[in-house]
Every structure is written in C-alpha cells, then in structure tokens.
C-alpha cells in the first residue's frame, strides 16, 4: 500500500533495529518537549529492542518506508489485543511512533494501516494514547479515533480509542 509514494509493508528482522531508531528518537522528542507520554526506562523495560525483533518475527512489525529505503514510522499491528473488550473485528496499532522530522508521516501511517484493517476485512482500526496526554487525545480525535474507556497495564494509565472503517 503507498501514499505519497511511501509504502507500508512489514519489516524483516534484519530492519528491527533500524524501526526502534525511530521510537529512541520519539522518546527523546517527547523528553525534550516535557510530554510524559512514554518514559524511557519504563518504556524500555517493556519494550526493548528484541520486543521489536520479536514482533518482527511474528509478522506484526510494520514500517512506513519512503521510496529511497528510509523508514519514516514504525508500529506494532495485531489482530487480538487483550486491552480491549470483546466486540468487533479490529486490527490494533502499538507502538506507534513517527520520525519527528517528518510532519504528518504519522497521520499518513494511520490511513494506511486503514487501508490494511479494511483489505483484511475488519471493522475497526483501535489505538490506546496516555491518558495524561491531551494533545495526543485531540489529534486522535480530530483523525476519527473516538474514545471508548480507560485502560491500565502496570503504571501506564491510557484511553481506548477506536475509528470504525466504513
């Protein structure tokens, strides 16, 4: 699938450690504007490097690559997530994260992975953001993900958001 000549496609093994460049990069991003969205050593504890490789080898790695190689986001994409109630075939998104210098890959990432929830026949795309994240809300909001509840996994307190794909 492509948009502006990107492509969104798996990720190898071997790309893993090029695609979790991309989420130290956000984190540092988010560390310098004062946004607690993910906490470096509590989110690395959860989700190191070999998370990443072995989401790749399940096949739930994707990037978002732009024709010359480059990746430009990266996110983890599951069909079951236990965070969620039952209800409604969705295609769920994780660790999401764009490359700060490049302004809308991230909405750009999210039309695709609608296209791919669709082709695969779902009804939802889902996402979970921090729930002390207000900026984070309203740009998922303004994309369609409506609010669906609260959520907690350990420390992180986030919120349920879902856009339905018509």
């Not at 769920?92 to 992975?113: F, K, S, T, V, W």
């Not at 609608?114 to 009804?123: E, F, P, R, T, Y």
């Not at 998922?140 to 992180?156: D, N």
């Amino acid at each position: 699938m492509t948009d502006q000549g990107e492509v969104l496609r798996l990720a190898s093994l071997e790309e893993a450690p090029r695609l979790f460049q991309l989420i130290l990069r956000r984190i540092t991003w988010l560390e310098e504007r004062g946004i607690r969205q993910w906490e470096r050593d509590d989110y690395l504890t959860y989700y190191p490097l070999t998370y990443f490789q072995e989401r790749a080898r399940n096949g739930e790695l994707y990037g978002l690559w732009r024709p010359d190689g480059t990746p430009d986001v990266v996110a983890v994409l599951l069909e079951e997530d236990d965070r969620w109630p039952a209800g409604g075939s969705a295609l769920y998104i994780h660790n999401l994260a764009a490359n700060p210098d490049a302004p809308g890959a991230g909405e750009r990432m999210l039309r695709q992975c609608m296209a791919l929830a669709k082709a695969m026949g779902k009804d939802y795309l889902r996402l979970d953001c921090g729930r002390n994240n207000p900026a984070l809300n309203d740009y998922y909001e303004r994309l369609g993900f409506s609010y669906v509840g609260p959520m907690e996994v350990g420390s992180y307190q986030g919120n349920l958001r879902q856009r339905p794909l018509l």
